[in-house]
């Protein structure tokens, strides 16, 4: 967490989904975090307290971020577009990469050298990847759309690694690279 963050204060609530318990964290200017279902509650309590955040009762504007969740885990198709992230700490190469990978939109996937491309880096799936490893707030900066290369399914460093990436698309309709119909 940079010095910025840390001076500015962040709060964070948990709440149920179809899919178990998640988490959101935010500040005065966005979004910071989003921790998807773990092995138990108080796993992610623990993850979102690390970053020095108060559990409180959150604003409208992250009720509804809360809701938008809630209704894509439960296979609803959602686009998180308007969703206003802080991006404070965030080095205009993952910015630019993260603003790219926003505009995949349900149910589509991209390799990391595809959106290395769109992001305007060709030539750099590898730290596409890396950055994609560092997404603050999966689902929403929907990471979890990005393949490696053959459709593979790549990395992914929500708790529950590449099975939860998989679940995701299956809840996108989009198949899985493990299983036919991608």
Request: charged fraction near 25%; include cysteine.
């Amino acid at each position: 967490m940079t010095q910025a963050q840390e001076q500015q204060a962040q709060h964070y609530c948990l709440f149920e989904t179809a899919l178990g318990t998640c988490g959101v964290a935010w500040s005065e200017h966005g979004l910071t975090r989003v921790n998807l279902p773990e092995r138990d509650r108080a796993a992610i309590e623990r993850r979102l307290q690390a970053g020095k955040r108060s559990s409180a009762e959150p604003p409208a504007v992250v009720r509804n971020v809360i809701a938008a969740l809630q209704r894509y885990m439960a296979g609803t198709p959602v686009a998180f577009d308007d969703v206003l992230i802080d991006w404070t700490g965030v080095d205009d190469f993952r910015r630019d990469v993260y603003d790219a990978a926003r505009k995949v939109g349900w149910g589509e996937t991209v390799t990391y050298g595809e959106l290395a491309k769109r992001a305007g880096y060709d030539g750099q799936a590898q730290e596409v990847g890396q950055a994609m490893a560092r997404n603050p707030v999966p689902v929403v900066m929907p990471c979890h759309r990005v393949l490696a290369s053959g459709g593979k399914l790549g990395g992914f460093s929500a708790y529950g690694g590449t099975l939860t990436k998989e679940r995701l698309l299956i809840l996108e309709g989009v198949g899985s690279p493990r299983l036919p119909g991608l």
